[in-house]
């Protein structure tokens, strides 16, 4: 059986097989040129910012930066990608043509015809993510390490372990669906959907939950604001620097009594005839502070891991539910 179901999948395995490599040796070829480009931050020893910017600066302008937006879109692309061509069609495409009433009058129990095939592309799936995630993060680890933004909701689905929860999801997700469902297209359909919506439900409202993030009220620096807008009815919109290095989830400005400081202004300090700095300067005598909640980068690998498990633990139950219909319902 197990020998069968690679017989059934080797052409796209043997794709995969030569996308990653070539997908590794654009990685490899450009990754002597990122080392040049970062040599001046690697051998800076105190306030390296303005290497770091330099560096960020030339990386984008070059093909590493096209090549990071691309490699970081294949992240994100990868597991629905799984979820729709590997793990829809792998029962319904059976169920749709027939075939599997001939596979079970065979000496092959459903339990074991099922096992074959969840354990052999599923172990593909990890092992193909697991394989494009490693290549990817090590090649971007000096672009995220300077960026200082691995944390943050953009990067952080295209980074370490987590896509390998996702695809092992996808992939389990779209076996059930096309169980269910026991036509490929729509099945593939409704995978493709049904992922969205949970993988961006994870950093939307989710993630920020899996781990206590971090929550301090400093006073407000104006040395150190976003940006400082007045309306036309005199009300004020602050909003400070973010959190170095960390996801944040909320920045604003409080009052002593912790109410958020909206104005309004003094039109005798902030109108539009007054000098540069007066507004800001009347701001920092209110005492207002910054009410920051953030994760920071120290907790990249714990959120990692407890999002993997979230969705390995999915996968598992998905697959499941899958022999459970095989065996109680599916005739």
Not at 66 to 80: R, S
Request: charged share 10%.
């Amino acid at each position: 059986m197990i020998w069968f179901t690679w017989r059934q999948f080797r052409t796209p395995a043997i794709v995969t097989a030569a996308t990653l490599a070539a997908l590794a040796a654009v990685l490899l070829v450009n990754g002597n040129a990122m080392t040049d480009l970062y040599a001046s931050v690697a051998a800076c020893q105190s306030d390296c910012g303005n290497a770091i910017d330099a560096f960020l600066l030339q990386f984008r302008n070059s093909a590493g930066g096209t090549i990071y937006y691309t490699t970081l879109a294949v992240m994100y692309a990868a597991p629905p990608l799984i979820g729709v061509f590997w793990g829809a069609p792998l029962v319904a495409r059976e169920i749709e043509a027939g075939t599997h009433r001939l596979a079970w009058s065979q000496s092959v129990s459903r339990t074991r015809w099922l096992a074959a095939k969840l354990g052999l592309v599923g172990a593909a799936t990890a092992a193909t993510t697991g394989l494009l995630s490693w290549a990817v993060t090590a090649w971007a680890g000096r672009v995220d390490s300077a960026a200082a933004d691995r944390i943050t909701p953009l990067v952080f689905g295209g980074r370490g372990i987590v896509p390998i929860g996702y695809a092992l999801f996808a992939f389990t997700l779209g076996v059930t669906v096309g169980m269910l469902i026991r036509r490929t297209v729509p099945a593939m359909a409704v995978t493709l959907a049904t992922y969205a919506v949970a993988v961006a439900a994870m950093p939307l409202w989710l993630r920020t939950h899996l781990v206590t993030a971090t929550h301090e009220t400093p006073p407000l620096d104006m040395n150190k604001l976003d940006a400082l807008m007045i309306n036309r009815s005199g009300q004020m919109a602050i909003q400070p620097d973010p959190i170095a290095n960390a996801w944040t989830i909320t920045n604003r400005p409080i009052t002593a009594t912790g109410q958020v400081f909206t104005g309004p202004a003094d039109p005798t300090r902030c109108g539009p005839s007054m000098p540069t700095g007066s507004c800001s300067d009347w701001v920092g005598t209110l005492g207002l502070r910054q009410d920051v909640i953030y994760h920071p980068d120290s907790q990249f690998w714990t959120l990692q891991w407890v999002e993997t498990g979230i969705f390995v633990g999915l996968a598992a139950v998905l697959a499941a539910v899958s022999f459970y219909w095989l065996r109680r319902r599916l005739t």
